[in-house]
């Protein structure tokens, strides 16, 4: 049951119409030649394989779940394995990867691009490869030329996989007090022990291979984040051939039972004298680890965007199918014994929500990536700083904003089937157990809140802000001029005016009060994230704008969708704007003995 | 795992010291010989059995569901027909219910306290009561002397349970379409003929008979909802001596695989020429059935309630053991390798918006109640007429308000306990899965606020909602001189002007275009619902500076709790009342063939 198609002209209208990638890679030597017949191909045969072969497996998947069999060995649901296969024999994980190691060396984008479908169609799934991209990404910047020459191959063929093992019994969110050992040994490698929990991915029977990248203390290391090592744990030591050895003593003691993505293994990880080598320097982890950590945020926004897509899709199908009360202005279908459920006005209300999410989110997600590719391959110095500061800043945004918006999408779409979302076969509510998660791994949304507005602006007094702001003030200035325009300027330049104001406002009082930053973080974030929406709306618009004349239904509702933005949507910062600037006071005030 | 304390303290501050029952109850001929004492006697037995026989079910009944046994069999989880019996035993089904049936005749106040805490123990165990009590009022105001004597005992006792049978495959909230056929019998019966879908408690095994209460429509009936009419229909008949008779055409065809509730068997019901009797006048079948959901819609606001208490009872706990990061300010538990989370501003901005909504909601819901009993038994007929004036204008925000806010609060209680939250162990993604259902079923929350904004306001040209404003006025006369009730007393005036402008304005709006009520009931609804709560909050909040001098922590909480609400709860408000005004255009002037 349910549908997916991917949204191919949704998404070349962002890459080639908004963003026009084809002129941003003339300026990247290495992407130079890449055109955008090159990139529509591939996302149309990325749309053709998600749709075909992972979405027919997330409701199984899901119903079946991964089993755990005793001794370290985890079974995947039925089909699971075979679409891997048909993953790895059609190329798709080298996609985004380093043509020296084995890759097709396309732009980040395009594999955002690619990742969007993979997890509209099945999230659970999609993990898989997922952390592998992510292990890749980890290994690729810091690896020694050993490692990469070892693991990189086998990660872009994606006959092995990988995951990160970071979390503890005791530690999620505060790494520092992690506890794991790592003694070395006289070979240069190391003896790795302790236990890891909640790792995605962790065993599994469609690799032949598992790397894990493994957060833990050396000897004498210091005391908190610090003292942090990073090391590769293989599930089989590398043969000197590439081929697999010995079976290494990290091992699953078990899986979790949640409440959604039970599709992907997550596993508690017992690490007892494994053998591990040590990826960049000593007591510097953490600083590695936060390569794959940030392409892990960015990937988790993805998943929140595509899990509002795929939902959208179908509450879309349902509400012009199912029959039910007449328009409370007459009857709009009056042969049939009750108007289709899209006539009632909150039921569009719903929808267009979603829709509106999902394209605003599609915009950011992907100017975020190609904002990636300009930070790593821009032949211009200054651009590639300023792309850096982009995603910097923003990373905790498409995190939080995007997934805390997915799951009001995907509640919204569950709600538009009425008692039919609650039943698991109708499929609705397992979107909405899966985009559960993505408000909480890899670092909860108030962690986000708090590096965007703790360490990502005050931690340069603005500066990465004020260079996203010039964005819009060059926007506004070069559009609000035109009438037509203004519908959309005019909010877009309100709300940035406001954004500006309030990071005054709580900067000025951090300076007391450094609990003024937590307890205004989660709905500053929400405030900037409907800058950052109004901000593509207001691109989308312009574009819709200067084709409106071709009378393609496509525009118009681009408009619609932009109008619908700006009335319904964006006055949630009305609010957030109220709360973040209530303080800490109210929360503060209050003893923990009055709880 | 988890925990649930019956709030006995917060329970009696609002009966006693802001609603003084005490003294309403004198006026209640029916009533006035109960005191405080024998209420609080009653909460605390039912806290003890809810806390002891029905929470320890909760986590198990989830987790192992109910089974279609084939052949129209359903078994309830362990433990749930045990619990049932004692629950039987001890008598509580008879709390609420008329001694002349062999009631305890306490007033719908207590019966609600009860099931505030059965709920918050373990909701799906708690609806195979629930029902029950509904079908016992439906027949107790419709049925016939005859049947009263026949079924009135049995599900007072509890030894029968009952459901309502209304939803079919292509009907949920368009009861109009329904066709399930009643033919009359040479007997005075009906042969009932028909599919019903998502049946609470359709079928189990904790009971020897099941009532059914379902709706049909006669040969030749009218169209659409007046041509419905409402049918007895007994699993077993029951013979003239009150015992069991013959197994009766209506079977449980198979049950549903849900998001939650899974300890309650949602069933397909299938009748085939099954036996029924009408309740009430021909056709008239749903004016009956709605004194049974207006119950029932009372009673799942109640379950919003109830979770949104538990919920927030186990993550204040989590949130004081759990140690991760330190205080922005400093270390606050500096023998610990961190600090527990609620040092944290943004982990108390959710703990005390589950505590604010929990206790707000509260207040409201037992004033509602008390309401049904003034409607009922009070002794002066302008305060009956009243007091049912309240209970229709405010039962859809009660249903509405306090479930949104469940499902807002539990989803920031598991987000609380970070990644754990999300495993099924720690149980409180059942608290989320399970309060979902509650925004669907009795009527769609979008359903709950056309009610309120079509039909109980602009159906009286806003005479009920004077009533109430009036309350609110009268209170900000009587307190708003006060100097230190202003912080509480002047955000309530404001609020109750905001909601009488809106009113007003998408009533002149609604003449032009009825599209305009659809489009702006949701936000209306979310901003009645803050006015109420405002009213609560500044009456809890005049209660505890009453006592301030007591030096009772438990004021001093109340206190900053309602200093929290004001702060950083009301100002959705602001959101709400723009989106409400934003009108149906962004929503209808979209061309269906855009989405």
Chains 1, 2 share one sequence.
């Not at 043509?99 to 993979?118: D, R, S």
């Not at 995603?391 to 039919?420: C, R, S, W």
């Amino acid at each position: 049951m349910g549908q997916y198609a991917a949204p191919i002209r949704d998404m070349q209208f962002v890459l080639h119409e908004v963003l026009n990638v084809e002129a941003e890679l003339k300026r990247m030597p290495k992407h130079a030649a890449l055109d955008a017949d090159t990139i529509n191909q591939v996302l149309e045969e990325a749309g053709k394989f998600c749709a075909e072969v992972v979405f027919p497996l997330n409701q199984s998947g899901d119903r079946e779940g991964c089993t755990y069999e005793g001794d370290g060995v985890v079974r995947t649901p039925a089909g699971f394995k075979e679409a891997y296969r048909q993953y790895v024999e059609a190329g798709w994980p080298m996609l985004g990867c380093d043509p020296e190691f084995g890759g097709q060396g396309l732009p980040a984008f395009v594999n955002n691009a690619l990742y969007e479908m993979l997890n509209s169609a099945n999230q659970a799934w999609t993990m898989y490869p997922g952390l592998s991209h992510g292990v890749y990404e980890c290994l690729h910047a810091h690896g020694t030329p050993k490692q990469k020459s070892v693991y990189l191959p086998k990660l872009i063929e994606g006959t092995w996989t990988g995951t990160m093992c970071l979390s503890e019994p005791h530690c999620g969110t505060d790494l520092g007090i992690l506890c794991t050992k790592a003694e070395p040994n006289s070979d240069g490698s190391y003896a790795l022990t302790g236990t890891k929990i909640f790792i995605s991915s962790g065993e599994h029977d469609m690799a032949e291979n598992i790397v894990h990248l493994v957060l833990a203390r050396l000897p004498g290391a210091p005391m908190g984040i610090k003292g942090i090592s990073l090391f590769i744990v293989p599930k089989f030591v590398p043969s000197s051939d590439g081929s697999v050895g010995e079976r290494n003593g990290i091992k699953c003691g078990s899986i979790e039972h949640k409440m959604g993505i039970h599709g992907n293994a997550t596993c508690v990880m017992n690490l007892d004298g494994a053998k591990g080598w040590l990826v960049g320097e000593e007591n510097k982890g953490l600083n590695a680890m936060f390569v794959m950590m940030n392409a892990a945020r960015l990937g988790v926004g993805m998943q929140g965007l595509s899990l509002t897509e795929v939902a959208y899709q179908n509450s879309l199908t349902y509400a012009k199918e199912r029959l039910q009360m007449r328009s409370l202005t007459g009857p709009k279908a009056p042969d049939k014994p009750a108007d289709p459920i899209i006539v009632h006005p909150d039921v569009r209300r719903m929808l267009l929500t979603q829709k509106a999410y999902a394209e605003a989110g599609r915009a950011f997600a992907y100017w975020a990536a190609l904002n990636i590719d300009k930070e790593l391959s821009h032949e211009d110095d200054a651009v590639r700083r300023e792309a850096a500061d982009f995603v910097a800043l923003l990373t905790p945004v498409i995190k939080a904003f995007l997934t805390d918006n997915a799951f009001e999408g995907t509640n919204m779409a569950m709600q538009i089937y009425g008692g039919h979302g609650f039943i698991s076969e109708w499929g609705m509510e397992q979107y909405v157990r899966d985009a559960r998660i993505n408000m909480i791994y890899e670092g909860t949304n108030s962690i986000q809140a708090l590096d965007l507005l703790g360490r990502k602006i005050f931690g340069d007094m603005g500066a990465k802000l004020k260079r996203f702001g010039k964005l819009v003030t060059d926007f506004v200035e070069e559009e609000g001029i035109k009438p037509e325009m203004q519908e959309f300027i005019n909010p877009l330049a309100d709300i940035g005016e406001k954004v500006q104001k309030l990071t005054m406002e709580i900067g000025m009082k951090a300076m007391q009060n450094p609990d003024e930053v937590g307890a205004a973080a989660v709905p500053y974030l929400r405030t900037v994230g409907h800058l950052v929406f109004s901000y593509f709306w207001a691109r989308m618009a312009h574009v819709a704008l200067d084709n409106a004349s071709s009378g393609d239904d496509f525009y118009k509702a681009k408009l619609a969708t932009a109008r619908f933005y700006f009335a319904k949507l964006l006055p949630e910062t009305a609010s957030a704007i109220r709360a973040a600037r209530a303080g800490a006071k109210p929360m503060m005030d209050y003893d923990e003995a009055l709880f």
